[in-house]
C-alpha cells in the first residue's frame, strides 16, 4: 500500500465514523486553539509593553538622582551638595560614551491655573530643550522653547494634551479644537506664556477606549504602566531651566542664576537625564559617568543611577512567566487529544483485527501495517491541527471584541507553525503503541478471531 492510498483509507475510517472522530480530535483542537490564542494575548501585552518602554526613552536613558550617603561615608555627610549643574558640564566633557544630557529642576508641589481652572501636573520641570529627544516628545502645535529662551529665562512653557483638557477644555467636550498657543499659564503664582503643546499620546487601548466613550483613569499606583506612561506625557509640563531656577528655587545661588550669575555651575538639579550612544555599552558608559561623578563630588557617592532596564527585565519576566503558565495548559489539554487519539486507535484495531489478518495473509507486511496505523493517527491528528487553527483566529477576534480595551492580539506565523507540528507530533506518538499492536498481531490468529 503506498503512502497515498493510506490516507486515502484513513480519511475513509475517519469518515465512516464522523461522531467519534470528531470527539476524538476535539482535545487536539482545543489544544492548538489555546496554544494559538495564549501566544496571540501575550504578544499583544508584549508589543503593548514594548511600546510604552520606547515612549519614554528606551533602554538607552539613564537618570542620575541624588542617593542617601553610604553608610561608611556617612562623617563626610556634610560635604555633600547633590548634583549640580557642574556634574553636567563634566559629564558633557568628559563622557564620551554619553550621546545626550539634560538637566532638570523640578517645581516642588507645582499647581497650574488658566481661566480660573486649577490642575497639578504630574511633572513640571525646568530643562533643556533636548528634553525633548530624550523622552520621545513631539511638538505638535507651536514650537520647543530653545537656547535663546534658556539663557534669557523667559517665562514660556510647553504643555501636554492632559494640561490643555483639564484647564481650557478638551477638543471632545467643545466639538473643536482647542489650541491654547499664545494662552497665559500661572505655575505658583508665576504668569508664563504657552508657545508649544506636545501630541496627544496613546495606546491601542486607550485609543479604543476614547472611541467607545469609555473614561479612564490612572494613578501613580496604576496596575496598567504601559497605558500611565501615555498619560504621565500628556500630564507634563516643560519651562526653561534657568526660569525654573529663577522663579522656583529656594537657593540664593538658584535665584540668581537667571539674573546674571556668573557661576551657572553652582545651580542643584533635581535630576540629570543621560542618554547612551549605544546600549550594548551600558555598563562602561555606567562606570564612565560613576568615574566623573566620584570626582566633581570628591569620592562621596551621594548620587543613584535608574535605568530602564528594571521595566525591561520586568516586562521580559512577566512574558516568559505568562508564555509558560499558558504553554502548560495547551501542552496539556494536546496530551489529553493525543490519549484521545490512542485510545480511538486502540479501540479501531481491535475492531478490525480480522481486517488486519487478511492482509497479512495476502501479501502485506508488518511494516505496512505499521504505517497504515500510523498514517491514521496522523490524519486525525492533521485535521484536528487545522481545525484548531481555524478555531484559534476566531477565538482571537472573539477576545478582541470582549475586551475591547485590552491590547490587541497578535497572531503570529511562529505561533502557528508551532502547534500545527504540535498536533503532528502529537499525533504520531499516540499512533504508536497501536501500530506497534496490529503489527504484531498473527495472520493465523487474527484470521480466527470472533
Request: hydrophobic content about 45%.
Amino acid at each position: 500500500m503506498n503512502f497515498w492510498n493510506a490516507i486515502s483509507v484513513g480519511l475513509k475510517e475517519i469518515w465512516a465514523h464522523k461522531f467519534r472522530s470528531f470527539l476524538t480530535m476535539l482535545g487536539i483542537i482545543l489544544g492548538v486553539s489555546s496554544l494559538v490564542a495564549m501566544s496571540a494575548l501575550v504578544k499583544g501585552m508584549e508589543v503593548g509593553a514594548t511600546e510604552a518602554l520606547i515612549a519614554v526613552g528606551g533602554l538607552q536613558k539613564l537618570r542620575i538622582e541624588r542617593g542617601d550617603v553610604p553608610i561608611e561615608q556617612r562623617h563626610l555627610q556634610d560635604q555633600s551638595r547633590g548634583l549640580t549643574m557642574d556634574d553636567v558640564y563634566a559629564i558633557q566633557a568628559g563622557a564620551t560614551l554619553v550621546s545626550k544630557v539634560s538637566p532638570e529642576v523640578r517645581v516642588p508641589g507645582a499647581t497650574l491655573s488658566a481661566k480660573g481652572k486649577v490642575t497639578r501636573p504630574f511633572i513640571c520641570s525646568g530643562a533643556w530643550p533636548v528634553v525633548l529627544e530624550q523622552y520621545e516628545h513631539e511638538v505638535e502645535h507651536g514650537r520647543m522653547f530653545n537656547e535663546v529662551d534658556d539663557d534669557q529665562a523667559r517665562s514660556v512653557c510647553v504643555i501636554g494634551t492632559g494640561i490643555r483638557d483639564q484647564l481650557f477644555g478638551s477638543p471632545e467636550e467643545a466639538g473643536r479644537e482647542i489650541n491654547p498657543i499664545g494662552e497665559t499659564l500661572t505655575i505658583n503664582g508665576e504668569a508664563f506664556t504657552i508657545v508649544g503643546m506636545f501630541k496627544h499620546y496613546e495606546s491601542e487601548q486607550q485609543r479604543k477606549a476614547r472611541e467607545l466613550g469609555i473614561k479612564q483613569t490612572f494613578s501613580r499606583r496604576s496596575r496598567d504602566r504601559g497605558s500611565f506612561v501615555y498619560w504621565l506625557k500628556n500630564n507634563t509640563v516643560y519651562i526653561p531651566l534657568n526660569a525654573a531656577a529663577l522663579k522656583f528655587t529656594a537657593s540664593p545661588e538658584g535665584r540668581s542664576l537667571g539674573g546674571g550669575s556668573t557661576d551657572p555651575s553652582s545651580l542643584t538639579v533635581s535630576s540629570i537625564e543621560v542618554r547612551l550612544s549605544d546600549i550594548n555599552q551600558i555598563n562602561e558608559a555606567l562606570q564612565q559617568v560613576r568615574n566623573i561623578l566620584f570626582s566633581t563630588h570628591k569620592g562621596i557617592e551621594d548620587f543613584s543611577f535608574r535605568t530602564q532596564e528594571d521595566w525591561a527585565d520586568t516586562i521580559k519576566a512577566f512574558i516568559r512567566n505568562a508564555r509558560m503558565s499558558g504553554g502548560t495548559i495547551a501542552a496539556i489539554s494536546l496530551l489529553v487529544g493525543g490519549i484521545g487519539i490512542m485510545n480511538i486507535m486502540l479501540a479501531s484495531i481491535s475492531g478490525r483485527v480480522r481486517e488486519i489478518g487478511l492482509r497479512k495473509a495476502i501479501g502485506a507486511t508488518t511494516a505496512d501495517v505499521f504505517t497504515q496505523v500510523i498514517i491514521e493517527s496522523v490524519v486525525l491528528a492533521l485535521l484536528g491541527g487545522l481545525m484548531g487553527l481555524v478555531t484559534a483566529v476566531g477565538l482571537v477576534q472573539l477576545l478582541g471584541q470582549l475586551s475591547p480595551t485590552e491590547n490587541d492580539p497578535i497572531i503570529s506565523f511562529t505561533a502557528l507553525l508551532v502547534a500545527f507540528c504540535s498536533s503532528v507530533v502529537i499525533g504520531i506518538l499516540a499512533g504508536l503503541l497501536p501500530a506497534f499492536k496490529a503489527a504484531r498481531l498473527s495472520p493465523i490468529m487474527a484470521l480466527r478471531y470472533e
